[in-house]
Each structure stands twice: as C-alpha cells, then as structure tokens.
C-alpha cells in the first residue's frame, strides 16, 4: 500500500514553513494596481504573470473558454459573444479567471510560453494595445468624495478614468460626474476605436451599496450595463467580463459584510435584515439586464475542483499510486458495505478517489459542502487554506496514511484549530475539543488527555492508530455549521454510516470505526447521537 508521503510531493513553501494561507486570498485590483503603478501589494505568484500561469494554474474548461472568447473578440471576432458573466455559486475560479485575463490583456503575446495550453498564440495580443478596465464593486465610491483630488464616483465614470486618465475623464466629464447613466456620445468617446477588456468584478454588492445610496441606483446601473452592452455587441474590440452573484448566493452567505458596506453608504446602522432586502432588490434590476446579455461560464466544475486543490498544493503526484490505493478502498468497501452509504463501493466513487487523491471525496466534500457553507469561511480559498495546513502537518509528522481524511486534520495545532473553528465562528466548542477528542489545551486537563486518548489507551488498535481521536474527531468537525438549527439542519451532524465512511481507510476499517462510534454513548462528555445523527453539544 503506498502512503501519500511517498506517491506525492507538497510544494517546497509548504514544506519549509514559508507558506502563507493568505496568497490564496488575491483580489483582482492589486493586480491592475501592479501593471499600472509597479507597487506589488501581493505575493508574486499572483503579479508574476509566468509564475501564475506556470506554477498556480489549471487549464479548467471553464477558463479556457472565457480566454478564448474574450481575447477572440478583442481581435475583432463578432461571431463569439462580447459579454461573460463567470458563475460563482460553486467551485471558486473566479478571481483566477479575472487575474488571467489581465495578465494577457497586459502582456499578450509575451506570455506564449506559459499559456499554450489556455489559449490559441494567434488570439494573444501585442502587449500594451488592450486597455484594461478592472473595477471591484465593492470598493468602487458612490457618493463624490471631498477634497480636490480626481476620485471617480460613478461606474462610467470609473471606466472613463481608467482607460484615457483625467485627460479621457475631462472629455465626458458632464456624464462621467452624473449618476444618471450615459448616453451614445459617452461610448464613442471611451470606447470607439480602441481594444478595451472590461471587468466588473461583485456587481451584486454595488448594486447594493448603489440602491442603498439614492434611490434609482440599481436602476441606473441597470440602464448602462444595458447600453454598454449594445455598444459592445456592435463593435468589435470591446469584451466584458463580470461577476454577478444572485441574491442569495451574493447575500445568504455574507450579511454582516452587506449591512457594513450599507451602514457605511448610508452613515446610519443597517440591520443585517434590512441590508438584505436593499441587495435582493438591487440585484433584481441588474440581473434582468445580464441574463438577457451576457453567456454564463462556470469558471471550476465539480469535476475539476480536485485537480485545481492538487495544482495549488503539490509538485508531484504519483496517479499510479492513486489507481492501486482507490482499489484498495474499494475492497474494503465491498467488504463492509453494509455499514456504508451505497455510493461508497460504486464504480463512480472509485474514479473520485482518483481524481481527488491524495485527498479523500468526503474531506473535499466537507470542506466545500459543509464548512464553505460559514460566511467567513471564503470557499475555496478556505478549503486551499485548510488543506495546506493538513499537508504540511502530514508530512513534518511523517504520518504514512493512503489517503487524507478529515480525521487528519491537526486539531492539536493552534494555527488549524484557529482557521477552522474561528471561521465558521465556533471557538466556544474548544473545551469540548480538549475534554473529548483532544487540542492545544488537553494537557492542562486533569488527567492531562482527553476521553477519546483514554479509550485509545484501554483499548488499542493493533495497528497503533488512534480510533476513537480519530472517529470522534470526524464527529467533532462535521458538526460546526448549522448549529443554530441542530439536527433538522442538512449540514449539521453526521450519520452513522457516513461517519464510518468519512473515517475508515485500509488499516482503520468501517468495524472499528463503527465500536468507536458506540463507545461515544459511554466515554464522551459532549458528544452525542440523535435523530440519527452524531454531533457535538456544549451542554
């Protein structure tokens, strides 16, 4: 049996402690910040064009096809739409999708050598004969700000100011200034003639932030994406690319972020429910206008999800070693399929571990489906932040596992413990970590180990693993979101079968994890089984 020390090879910056979580939280403006001013605000693999396409990047069909398209209408192509809206319910790419684009629109065809298999040479342009527009919608000003300094405060009049300067935002200044959208002249004049990338990254929270702001924003906003549009379905050069959340995905997930940025707008306290209700109507009037026009594109299928964690994580990945470990699964799970969900010995979950591996399908789905689900959690990049800090610890405990489970995430370090119960707002369940399972703090217990280690210890498993730490751990971790709505939640708690599930593997078999399951009833403090569900309790 391979373990995955030695079928795979983590990234050296992983390895070496130099590894920051925060790279995986790039913004698209620092990026245009860096082409336009030279001043770096982020890690290179973001601002070095052939680090980013080389080392960070996976050629997902989702981003192939918005390269091709954008950059086949900025040379002149009519026949491939002129408007793409990137998808951002699921998956994550977004931001990816945006740097890429920028960094073509910059340096075109010097960049040959790193985007081959991304898109076609011939569609790469000269460097310097795109101008590129990049607008984050919830940095953008809505009101005119004080002072003598040239700060747009107006979507078109943003646009303006990035493609031609003041001199540009002189020239439509009457418009440019005016919260009522532009009209015909304004286009010709920013627009007409030129190759110009447009992309206009959160429309959902300036929407919001606008209608929060005067009235008629959102339907202002509305009139000039509908017109910017037409420009651009008409002549060819110009190609938009933008990030419209709906409703609920822009807002379900994030409402103290909304009712801030609203609180701000107005300089009076929003309620969380009042912000809500601002950006569900705001985004109505908007996204009328893009679902007519633009093409949807999702930026990372599920399917792609798990080539884009390895591309991020690791050097090297042996796939023969991930055919025979997903056979050996495989047998264990036809072996014990009673005591599992019947997914887990169909021919479709052994092609996911495959293509997931070193990572176990349930880690990835819990990441993505239950923890991504906190607002603060920031979804994808959570779930890369979580799993580099699983790798790294793997590896500096030379922990020789087939492949990585949930159970082996390191709740005894401070750094994963924060990331994961401070994100999803769970850092009052810590004393149970300690007292059940086992954290940073157990050894000040008295006793000095938690229930778990003590049944590890009266009862050993005869391959040293520790069963029940590593079972009540799984128990532990799936029940951080949803807590508010308990066991009717879909998120909260796991079953029996899916918690053996999420922790057996060759050498911790579905029995074993099944018996430490049961001792739950009898050792734990706060764990607890329910409605058919295990899950964590504070009381």
């Not at 990026?31 to 996976?58: H, S, V």
């Not at 998808?87 to 740097?99: C, M, N, S």
């Not at 011939?122 to 990049?134: I, Q, W």
């Amino acid at each position: 049996m391979y373990s995955v020390l030695d079928a795979c090879k983590p990234r050296p910056e992983i390895l070496a402690g130099t590894f920051n979580p925060e790279i995986f939280t790039a913004s698209l403006s620092p990026i245009i910040e860096y082409y336009r001013t030279g001043r770096k605000r982020l890690d290179n693999l973001y601002t070095d064009a052939e680090l980013f396409f080389r080392e960070a990047t996976y050629p997902t069909q989702g981003l192939r096809t918005t390269l091709t398209e954008v950059f086949a209408r900025i040379a002149g192509d009519l026949s491939v739409p002129a408007i793409h809206r990137l998808e951002t319910a699921f998956g994550g790419g977004k931001t990816h999708t945006l740097i890429a684009c920028t960094h073509i629109a910059f340096r075109g065809r010097e960049l040959q050598h790193v985007t081959a298999g991304l898109i076609d040479p011939k569609l790469l342009p000269e460097p310097g004969s795109v101008s590129v527009v990049g607008v984050a919608g919830d940095e953008l000003p809505v009101h005119k700000p004080q002072g003598t300094a040239l700060v747009p405060y107006t979507l078109w009049g943003e646009i303006a100011y990035q493609i031609g300067g003041e001199a540009l935002y002189a020239e439509v200044e009457a418009e440019a200034s005016s919260y009522a959208a532009p009209g015909r002249t304004y286009f010709e004049k920013v627009l007409g003639g030129r190759k110009v990338l447009i992309m206009l990254d959160e429309l959902a929270q300036y929407a919001a932030r606008l209608e929060a702001a005067r009235p008629d924003g959102a339907s202002q906003l509305a009139a000039f994406l509908m017109a910017l549009h037409g420009y651009a379905r008409t002549n060819p050069g110009i190609a938009i690319v933008l990030t419209l959340a709906s409703a609920q995905d822009a807002f379900a997930r994030q409402t103290q972020r909304l009712a801030q940025l609203i609180s701000q707008v107005r300089g009076e306290d929003v309620s969380e429910d009042d912000a809500v209700a601002i950006g569900e109507q705001a985004v109505r009037s908007v996204a009328s206008v893009v679902a007519r026009d633009a093409v949807q594109v999702i930026p990372v299928h599920a399917t792609e999800i798990s080539s884009v964690l390895a591309k991020r994580l690791f050097t090297f990945i042996d796939r023969r070693a991930a055919e025979v470990t997903a056979d050996a699964y495989m047998e264990m799970y036809r072996r014990n399929s009673e005591l599992l969900p019947d997914v887990a010995t169909s021919e479709s979950f052994r092609a996911r571990m495959v293509a997931t591996y070193p990572f176990h399908p349930t880690l990835v789905d819990f990441l993505n489906n239950k923890l991504a689900v906190a607002e603060n959690f920031q979804g994808t990049r959570g779930v890369l932040r979580v799993l580099a800090l699983a790798v790294r610890s793997l590896w500096q405990q030379k922990q020789a596992v087939p492949m990585i489970h949930a159970c082996h995430l390191d709740l005894r370090s401070d750094r994963v413990v924060n990331e994961i119960l401070g994100r999803t707002n769970s850092s009052d369940l810590l004393f149970v970590l300690n007292a059940d399972i086992g954290s940073v703090d157990t050894g000040a217990l008295e006793g000095g180990r938690s229930n778990a280690e003590a049944a590890d210890e009266r009862n050993p498993h005869p391959e040293g693993y520790p069963m029940y730490e590593y079972t009540w751990k799984t128990v532990f971790l799936h029940s951080l979101v949803g807590r508010s709505e308990g066991v009717k939640s879909n998120v909260f708690g796991v079953t029996e079968a899916d918690a053996i599930f999420a922790t057996a593997f060759p050498g911790l078999t579905p029995p074993q994890v099944r018996k430490a399951l049961e001792e739950i009833q009898e050792s734990a403090f706060y764990l607890r089984f329910d409605h058919g569900k295990y899950y964590a309790s504070e009381e």
